[in-house]
């Protein structure tokens, strides 16, 4: 396969680290453009070293440069508010984005669970930290029964949230609770979000709860959670269940009291996972953007692989 020009927009954290991501990788992308807006970035300075084309006049100066033309595919690692902002200026252009801030414009991409479906995008919402590393196991508990009610709380670093995460709390939120019905299939959601500040830094930890109607097949279930985990850190190495599913009964003479919709019998399902960073750009605690970016790369590789098989040679 021939390579796969793609552009990054956003030189911080995020985008520095698909950067090397793809830099490293012998997959089909290339990067054939970086754009930022702080000049002193060390994202900038790291793609220039590396031979990768730069700008720091963000989108517009991406649009000025002649590797442009070539540009297939533009992955956007800058904030809510500004990819709404640089889908508005790049729309017109045919470029295809990846979104990896929570604006949500797209429909919501998790690869593991419903990249096929959405190989026609034009622009792909990668949901959250949060969404990438839940959704997949709402959605394996949901292919044996009915989930009425999810509920994740991802945790991670202080040290590992940046400007860009901070001010996309709210965002945060309500996309990964969104993306936990629309894509992993439960019927209501909530998502929490917890800033750790202990040091040394922890890693990022997520825990899933799954109110299954009615009796859940708990063998079933456990073995489609430990398949998904496995599919899931085929591109996230660093994904792994912190321990076994855990099952909790509610009958209904004993039910459990919830507040929103009263009582509930069937069963509770916790799954409680892990993420480690791959340590490319970013520290191995921040496995909340380490999911972000490999998630996004393994999206771009699979459009990639797709137009390819299209195009003819």
């Given at each position: 396969m021939s390579r796969y020009p793609v552009a990054i927009v956003g030189s911080g954290n995020i985008g520095t680290d698909l950067m090397i991501k793809i830099l490293r990788s012998d997959g089909p992308l290339a990067v054939a453009a970086m754009a930022g807006i702080d000049p002193q970035?060390?994202?900038?300075?790291?793609?220039?070293?590396?031979?990768?084309?730069?700008?720091?006049?963000?989108?517009?100066?991406?649009?000025?440069?002649?590797?442009?033309?070539a540009v297939k595919l533009v992955l956007d690692a800058t904030s809510a508010g500004a990819h709404r902002a640089n889908w508005a200026r790049l729309a017109a252009h045919g470029v295809r984005m990846i979104d990896l801030t929570p604006a949500a414009v797209g429909p919501y991409c998790v690869p593991v669970v419903n990249i096929e479906e959405h190989l026609d995008a034009t622009n792909l919402n990668m949901v959250t930290c949060g969404g990438?590393?839940?959704?997949?196991?709402?959605?394996?508990?949901?292919?044996?029964?009915?989930?009425?009610?999810?509920?994740?709380?991802?945790?991670?670093?202080?040290?590992?949230?940046?400007?860009g995460t901070r001010?996309?709390?709210?965002?945060?939120?309500?996309?990964?609770?969104?993306?936990?019905?629309?894509?992993?299939?439960?019927?209501?959601?909530k998502a929490v979000m917890i800033l750790n500040p202990a040091e040394p830094p922890v890693l990022m930890r997520n825990t899933v709860y799954c109110l299954v109607d009615g009796d859940a097949d708990r063998h079933t279930i456990e073995n489609d959670v430990a398949a998904m985990a496995d599919k899931v850190s085929s591109y996230v190495p660093g994904y792994r269940l912190k321990q076994r599913v855990q099952f909790e009964t509610f009958s209904a003479a004993r039910p459990l009291y919830i507040p929103e919709t009263g009582k509930f019998s069937g069963t509770r399902v916790t799954v409680m996972l892990e993420v480690t960073g791959s340590a490319h750009y970013l520290p191995?605690?921040?496995?909340?953007?380490?999911?972000?970016?490999?998630?996004?790369?393994?999206?771009?590789?699979?459009?990639?692989a797709s137009e390819s098989a299209i195009t003819p040679s």
């Open positions: 970035s060390d994202g900038l300075a790291r793609a220039a070293r590396l031979g990768v084309p730069t700008t720091a006049d963000g989108v517009e100066g991406l649009l000025a440069m002649p590797e442009f033309g990438q590393a839940t959704v997949p196991i709402v959605a394996a508990v949901a292919q044996s029964g009915i989930v009425s009610y999810a509920e994740i709380i991802s945790s991670i670093s202080s040290r590992s949230a940046g400007p001010a996309n709390i709210d965002e945060f939120t309500e996309t990964t609770s969104a993306a936990l019905r629309i894509v992993g299939g439960a019927q209501r959601s191995a605690y921040a496995g909340n953007l380490d999911i972000m970016t490999s998630a996004a790369k393994a999206t771009a590789e699979r459009i990639a």
